[in-house]
């Protein structure tokens, strides 16, 4: 029986569309705006686990739907996840610290890849947003 839910719930989950870049947007925004309201770096950065754990829900259902390489909507959504990683990884730390956090927005400006005089992409300011968030 346990067997039949499981396999009910992959082929639904896989019926499902999956989640670009526009929809992390929106659920970024909607997570931010949570997080906002909270007064604790660990609550902040719950908020943000949980993105976290959806992006990854979100890449391993790509991952399954085509194994041998993904399309543009995959490594959009994994250009995302890779921009916010210095992000996931700061709400994972039990304290913060102002170099900390100095170092994580470093991390991202560094792997944004943009020309010197060119604006931040939007991915990066993404990341730089939730940082400077969890920073406060």
């Not at 992006?55 to 085509?66: C, I, M, P, Q, R």
Request: hydrophobic share 35%.
């Amino acid at each position: 029986m346990l067997k039949i839910v499981f396999a009910l719930t992959l082929l639904s989950a896989q019926a499902a569309p999956l989640k670009n870049t526009n929809d992390f947007f929106k659920e970024s925004q909607s997570s931010f705006e949570k997080a906002s309201k909270e007064t604790t770096f660990e609550k902040k950065g719950s908020i943000l686990r949980a993105l976290e754990k959806s992006f990854e829900v979100t890449l391993n259902l790509y991952e399954k739907s085509n194994p041998t390489e993904g399309d543009d909507k995959e490594q959009d959504v994994a250009r995302l996840f890779y921009a916010l990683e210095p992000a996931f990884e700061l709400a994972k730390l039990k304290e913060k610290t102002k170099k900390d956090c100095a170092r994580k927005k470093q991390d991202v400006l560094t792997s944004d890849n943009q020309p010197d005089d060119a604006p931040t992409s939007p991915n990066a300011k993404e990341a730089l947003r939730w940082i400077e968030l969890l920073c406060k």
